[in-house]
C-alpha cells in the first residue's frame, strides 16, 4: 500500500513549484489560457458546429444525439418503458442466479455451442471471472460521473434562460436518452476484453473497433475507435477532472469567504490526495466508494429538494402549469419555442451523458455474461439523473421563483452562475441550505472524477498498452491536472476539454446505430432466460 501511495505524493510535490511561479507575478496559467485559445477556439467550433433553424443556431451534436436516441426508442419498441421493471429486479438481484448457473440457458443460446470456452468477439462465460463489479456497483460507478454539476448548476441555467418550459424538453430528453444508455452498454460488455487476472476492459473503443470490424468495416472501426480514446483521455483529464476540481474548489473558498489563493492549492492537494487512494484501487475500488457515495448524495440533495417541494406544495399545480405553457407557447413564438427546446435538450443530454458512451466504460466492468442485462440496468441512468434529479432541481427553481420572484427569464447572463441560484432557491426555504449544497458540490465533483479518471484511464491502456507504467503515468497526470484545476482558471483549455467529451458523440453514434441489430439479439437472448427463471419459479 505504501509503495501504491507513493506515486500520490510524489505527483503533488510539483505543485507547490508551478504555484510559486504563480505567486511570482509569471503567470503561468494566463500564457497557458491564451496560447491555447485559438486551439480552442477552432476545436469548439468544429464539435459544436452549428445549424441555423428558425433563426437559431442549434449544435449539431445536439441533433445528433436527439435522433439517435429516438431511432434506438423506436428501434427496440420503447425499451424505457417496457423494461423498466425488468431494469429495477435486475439491480435488485433477483435474476443473478442466471449468471451463475446454466440452467437458465435456453437451448438455443449461443453459449451451448461455446461451453466453457470464450464466444469469439465478446467475453468470457467459465468460471465466475464474468466481471470486477456487481450490478449495483457499475450502475453507481456511471452514475457517479453523470450526477453532478449538471444536476444542480446547469438545470438551473436551463430554467433561467430558456424558463419552466425547459423542464418539460429536458424530461424529454432524459426519456429518450434511456434508450441510447440501454444500447451502447449492452454492447459495452458484448465486446469487452477480460485478462488472464480477471481485469475489464471495455467502452466503445473495443465495440466501435471489434464490432465494425466483424460487420466489415474494419478500417472504419479502426479509425472511430482510436479517435474515441484520444477524446475520452482529453475529456477525462479537462470537464470530468479540471472543471470538477475547480468548482469543488470555488465552492470551498466561496463558502468559507477565503481570499487567500494558497487555499486553492491547499485544498486541490487534499482532493486529490482523497482521489488517489480511490483509483490506485481500480474499478473495484471505484464501484465500492461509488455505492456508498451516490446514495448518500441521492439522500442529500433530493431529500432537501422533496422538503421543500413538500413544504410549497400548493405551488406544485402552478408550477406545472408554467412548465407545460411555457414548452409550447412561448411568447417569442417559434424561434422561443425552439430555444426552449435546445436548452432543455441541451442541458437534459449533456447532464445525463446518453450517446456520449462514456457510460459503456463502467457498464462493461459488471459481472454476467448476458451484455444485455447490463444494458436494462443502465437505461435507468438517465431516468435517475434527469428526469428525477434534474426535475427536482427544476421544480424547486420554478415554485421559489413564483412565490419569491429570485431571478427574471431569459436572462443570458447567468450563464456561468447556476450553482449559485440553486443556492439562493433553497436558502428561500432551507435557510443556510447553501453550506449543505457545498459539500454536496463537492461530493459530486469528487465522484466525477473517480469515474472519469477510470474511463480516461481505459482510453490511454487502447491507445498505449496495458502495463503498470502506462497505468501509473495516466493516474499521475490525472492527478496533476486535478490540482492545476483547482488551482488556476484555465479557460480555453477547459472549453477545449468539454469539446472533446461531446466529440465522443460523432465516433460513438455511427458505431451503435450500425450495430444495433446484434443488441437486439442479445435482448432477445437475455428475455428467454429470464422467462425460463420465472417460469421455473
Same mark, same amino acid.
Request: glycine share 10%; aromatic share 14%; with cysteine.
Given at each position: 500500500?505504501?509503495?501504491?501511495?507513493?506515486?500520490?505524493?510524489?505527483?503533488?510535490?510539483?505543485?507547490?513549484?508551478?504555484?510559486?511561479?504563480?505567486?511570482?507575478?509569471?503567470?503561468?496559467?494566463?500564457?497557458?489560457?491564451?496560447?491555447?485559445?485559438?486551439?480552442?477556439?477552432?476545436?469548439?467550433?468544429?464539435?459544436?458546429?452549428?445549424?441555423?433553424?428558425?433563426?437559431?443556431?442549434?449544435?449539431?451534436?445536439?441533433?445528433?444525439?436527439?435522433?439517435?436516441?429516438?431511432?434506438?426508442?423506436?428501434?427496440?419498441?420503447?425499451?424505457?418503458?417496457?423494461?423498466?421493471?425488468?431494469?429495477?429486479?435486475?439491480?435488485?438481484?433477483?435474476?443473478?442466479?442466471?449468471?451463475?448457473?446454466?440452467?437458465?440457458?435456453?437451448?438455443?443460446?449461443?453459449?451451448?455451442?461455446?461451453?466453457?470456452?470464450?464466444?469469439?468477439?465478446?467475453?468470457?462465460?467459465?468460471?465466475?471471472?464474468?466481471?470486477?463489479?456487481?450490478?449495483?456497483?457499475?450502475?453507481?460507478?456511471?452514475?457517479?460521473?453523470?450526477?453532478?454539476?449538471?444536476?444542480?448548476?446547469?438545470?438551473?441555467?436551463?430554467?433561467?434562460?430558456?424558463?419552466?418550459?425547459?423542464?418539460?424538453?429536458?424530461?424529454?430528453?432524459?426519456?429518450?436518452?434511456?434508450?441510447?444508455?440501454?444500447?451502447?452498454?449492452?454492447?459495452?460488455?458484448?465486446?469487452?476484453?477480460?485478462?488472464?487476472?480477471?481485469?475489464?476492459?471495455?467502452?466503445?473503443?473495443? &465495440?466501435?473497433?471489434?464490432?465494425?470490424?466483424?460487420?466489415?468495416?474494419?478500417?472504419?472501426?479502426?479509425?472511430?475507435?482510436?479517435?474515441?480514446?484520444?477524446?475520452?483521455?482529453?475529456?477525462?483529464?479537462?470537464?470530468?477532472?479540471?472543471?470538477?476540481?475547480?468548482?469543488?474548489?470555488?465552492?470551498?473558498?466561496?463558502?468559507?469567504?477565503?481570499?487567500?489563493?494558497?487555499?486553492?492549492?491547499?485544498?486541490?492537494?487534499?482532493?486529490?490526495?482523497?482521489?488517489?487512494?480511490?483509483?490506485?484501487?481500480?474499478?473495484?475500488?471505484?464501484?465500492?466508494?461509488?455505492?456508498?457515495?451516490?446514495?448518500?448524495?441521492?439522500?442529500?440533495?433530493?431529500?432537501?429538494?422533496?422538503?421543500?417541494?413538500?413544504?410549497?406544495?400548493? &405551488?406544485?399545480?402552478?408550477?406545472?402549469?408554467?412548465?407545460?405553457?411555457?414548452?409550447?407557447?412561448?411568447?417569442?413564438?417559434?424561434?422561443?419555442?425552439?430555444?426552449?427546446?435546445?436548452?432543455?435538450?441541451?442541458?437534459?443530454?449533456?447532464?445525463?451523458?446518453?450517446?456520449?458512451?462514456?457510460?459503456?466504460?463502467?457498464?462493461?466492468?459488471?459481472?454476467?455474461?448476458?451484455?444485455?442485462?447490463?444494458?436494462?440496468?443502465?437505461?435507468?441512468?438517465?431516468?435517475?439523473?434527469?428526469?428525477?434529479?434534474?426535475?427536482?432541481?427544476?421544480?424547486?427553481?420554478?415554485?421559489?421563483?413564483?412565490?419569491?420572484?429570485?431571478?427574471? &427569464?431569459?436572462?443570458?447572463?447567468?450563464?456561468?452562475?447556476?450553482?449559485?441560484?440553486?443556492?439562493?432557491?433553497?436558502?428561500?426555504?432551507?435557510?443556510?441550505?447553501?453550506?449543505?449544497?457545498?459539500?454536496?458540490?463537492?461530493?459530486?465533483?469528487?465522484?466525477?472524477?473517480?469515474?472519469?479518471?477510470?474511463?480516461?484511464?481505459?482510453?490511454?491502456?487502447?491507445?498505449?498498452?496495458?502495463?503498470?507504467?502506462?497505468?501509473?503515468?495516466?493516474?499521475?497526470?490525472?492527478?496533476?491536472?486535478?490540482?492545476?484545476?483547482?488551482?488556476?482558471?484555465?479557460?480555453?483549455?477547459?472549453?477545449?476539454?468539454?469539446?472533446?467529451?461531446?466529440?465522443?458523440?460523432?465516433?460513438?453514434?455511427?458505431?451503435?446505430?450500425?450495430?444495433?441489430?446484434?443488441?437486439?439479439?442479445?435482448?432477445?437472448? &437475455?428475455?428467454?432466460?429470464?422467462?425460463?427463471?420465472?417460469?421455473?419459479?
Amino acid at each position: 500500500m505504501k509503495r501504491r501511495l507513493f506515486f500520490v505524493a510524489l505527483t503533488l510535490s510539483g505543485i507547490f513549484r508551478m504555484w510559486a511561479q504563480e505567486a511570482s507575478g509569471q503567470s503561468l496559467a494566463g500564457k497557458i489560457d491564451e496560447a491555447f485559445k485559438p486551439v480552442s477556439d477552432f476545436w469548439s467550433s468544429v464539435v459544436f458546429y452549428s445549424i441555423p433553424i428558425a433563426g437559431l443556431r442549434i449544435p449539431l451534436v445536439l441533433i445528433i444525439l436527439i435522433l439517435g436516441a429516438t431511432f434506438f426508442t423506436i428501434y427496440f419498441s420503447f425499451p424505457q418503458f417496457r423494461l423498466f421493471k425488468t431494469a429495477i429486479r435486475v439491480v435488485a438481484g433477483k435474476y443473478d442466479d442466471i449468471d451463475a448457473h446454466d440452467s437458465f440457458v435456453p437451448a438455443d443460446d449461443p453459449l451451448m455451442d461455446h461451453p466453457g470456452e470464450d464466444i469469439p468477439e465478446t467475453i468470457k462465460i467459465e468460471g465466475e471471472h464474468h466481471g470486477e463489479v456487481s450490478h449495483f456497483q457499475a450502475l453507481s460507478a456511471a452514475l457517479s460521473a453523470t450526477v453532478g454539476l449538471g444536476n444542480i448548476a446547469g438545470v438551473a441555467v436551463a430554467i433561467a434562460i430558456g424558463g419552466p418550459g425547459a423542464t418539460f424538453w429536458m424530461i424529454l430528453a432524459g426519456l429518450l436518452g434511456m434508450a441510447s444508455k440501454f444500447t451502447e452498454c449492452t454492447l459495452g460488455v458484448k465486446y469487452r476484453d477480460i485478462g488472464p487476472d480477471g481485469t475489464v476492459y471495455g467502452g466503445p473503443m473495443y &465495440y466501435l473497433q471489434k464490432g465494425l470490424t466483424r460487420r466489415g468495416f474494419k478500417s472504419l472501426g479502426d479509425i472511430l475507435a482510436a479517435f474515441f480514446a484520444l477524446m475520452v483521455i482529453g475529456g477525462s483529464f479537462g470537464g470530468g477532472n479540471m472543471f470538477q476540481a475547480n468548482q469543488a474548489t470555488a465552492q470551498f473558498i466561496e463558502l468559507f469567504k477565503i481570499r487567500n489563493d494558497n487555499w486553492r492549492v491547499f485544498f486541490g492537494i487534499i482532493l486529490a490526495f482523497l482521489v488517489g487512494i480511490v483509483i490506485i484501487g481500480g474499478i473495484k475500488r471505484i464501484g465500492k466508494v461509488a455505492e456508498k457515495i451516490v446514495p448518500f448524495m441521492a439522500i442529500l440533495y433530493v431529500g432537501a429538494a422533496i422538503f421543500i417541494l413538500v413544504a410549497e406544495f400548493k &405551488y406544485i399545480p402552478d408550477a406545472f402549469a408554467l412548465i407545460i405553457k411555457n414548452a409550447f407557447t412561448p411568447m417569442a413564438g417559434l424561434g422561443g419555442f425552439i430555444g426552449v427546446m435546445i436548452q432543455g435538450f441541451r442541458r437534459g443530454t449533456f447532464s445525463n451523458e446518453a450517446g456520449v458512451g462514456s457510460a459503456a466504460i463502467a457498464h462493461s466492468a459488471v459481472k454476467t455474461k448476458y451484455p444485455a442485462s447490463e444494458g436494462i440496468v443502465a437505461l435507468l441512468e438517465p431516468f435517475i439523473d434527469t428526469v428525477v434529479i434534474c426535475t427536482m432541481t427544476a421544480l424547486v427553481l420554478v415554485i421559489t421563483n413564483i412565490k419569491f420572484h429570485l431571478f427574471e &427569464y431569459g436572462d443570458a447572463s447567468v450563464n456561468g452562475k447556476g450553482v449559485e441560484l440553486t443556492a439562493h432557491a433553497f436558502d428561500a426555504v432551507i435557510p443556510h441550505f447553501s453550506i449543505i449544497l457545498t459539500i454536496a458540490v463537492i461530493l459530486f465533483a469528487f465522484s466525477t472524477m473517480l469515474s472519469w479518471s477510470y474511463y480516461g484511464l481505459q482510453g490511454w491502456k487502447f491507445l498505449f498498452g496495458r502495463s503498470k507504467k502506462t497505468d501509473l503515468t495516466y493516474k499521475i497526470l490525472f492527478l496533476f491536472f486535478l490540482v492545476v484545476g483547482s488551482s488556476v482558471k484555465l479557460g480555453s483549455v477547459l472549453d477545449f476539454s468539454d469539446a472533446m467529451i461531446f466529440a465522443m458523440v460523432f465516433p460513438n453514434i455511427i458505431g451503435v446505430a450500425i450495430l444495433a441489430p446484434e443488441v437486439k439479439e442479445e435482448l432477445s437472448r &437475455y428475455l428467454k432466460a429470464i422467462a425460463k427463471k420465472d417460469k421455473a419459479g
